[in-house]
């Protein structure tokens, strides 16, 4: 049985600098489920994950972070209403990479926020695109200006992605900010992983800071060739008669069917002369 609490956001920024926290991306309720009895301290989902009814059974006990994406809301009202959505389902904070201005709104209304800086995806064109920021001293610097301010807004965590690991160690050492690595090294406060690539089940690029575990992919080819196999031996025994078999349908006593093939062709001479009729 497991007896662990439910981490909460004063009890993570007790265990600030203490030890290293965990975190993944989950996209199913198998999966966090899997990371809920194997320990995780915390799980980023997508909201629809949330309204599953099985959802508060699978992972109960985890801290749970549910994202707004950006671009799907504009306003601060438009990100108010989806954060607080988002509570009431189970959530015990949001992901949001919107503006400051928004962030604070949140936190204005008691919402725990996790920030992003660093390599944002959805805004990565201002940075270069999909690589490391962070390697010179202006964009060094930068990424410091962008977690002091996220902190200034009111947000409790931030993810920190793809940002020279001793550059992350130094920004961490000077912010109260939960910092949750994603290729940003062991000097923040805990890592995170997509499951996905955690479970080798992702068929495209794998990010360099993805570390895999398992080989789910070959195991999902290896499941489709027996959907497959099994399918067409199916059809084989349609077309052979080996399908279905008796104990495959329900039987009838005999002296029924009897009268009932009498009553039947009774049925259908009444039908005829009718007809003729």
């Known amino acids: 049985m497991n007896n662990r609490k439910r981490l909460t956001v004063a009890d993570l920024r007790t265990l600030k600098g203490k030890r290293q926290l965990s975190m993944l991306r989950v996209e199913s309720l198998e999966e966090a ?3 809920e009895q194997a320990g995780i301290d915390m799980i980023s989902v997508p909201p629809p994950l949330l309204d599953q009814p099985g959802f508060k059974d699978a992972a109960p ?3 749970c972070v549910t994202s707004l994406s950006y671009g799907i809301f504009a306003t601060p009202k438009e990100y108010l209403h989806a954060a607080f959505a988002a509570r009431r389902a189970g959530a015990d904070a949001v992901y949001c990479a919107a503006s400051t201005r928004i962030i604070r709104r949140l936190a204005e209304e008691g919402i725990p926020v996790c920030g992003h800086a660093g390599l944002i995806p959805a805004k990565a064109t201002w ?3 999909f690589k490391a920021v962070g390697k010179s001293l202006e964009t060094a610097v930068r990424v410091y200006d962008d977690v002091r301010h996220l902190e200034e ?3 409790v965590m931030v ?6 690991a001793a550059v992350a160690a130094e920004i961490t050492k000077r912010t109260s900010l939960i910092v949750m690595s994603m290729g940003a090294g062991a ?3 805990g890592q995170y992983l997509f499951a996905t690539d955690v479970l080798g089940a992702n068929r495209g690029h794998y990010p360099r800071h993805s ?3 398992r080989n789910f992919a070959a195991e999902f080819d290896r499941l489709q060739n027996e959907r497959v196999n099994a399918f067409r031996e199916f059809s084989a025994d349609i077309a052979s008669g080996a399908y279905p078999e008796d104990r495959h349908v329900v039987g009838v006593d005999g002296t029924i069917l009897a009268e009932l093939i009498n009553a ?3 049925h259908h001479l009444r039908a005829n002369r009718k007809e003729a009729d």
Not at 159 to 164: D, H, I, S, T
């Open 33 to 35: 489920a899997a990371a």
């Open 264 to 266: 039947l062709e009774n």
């Open 153 to 155: 807004a009111g947000a």
């Open 187 to 189: 000097g923040c406060d």
């Open 211 to 213: 570390k895999t575990y």
């Open 127 to 129: 940075t270069g695109g």
């Open 61 to 63: 006990t985890i801290f």
């Open 159 to 164: 993810e920190l992605e793809v940002v020279p």
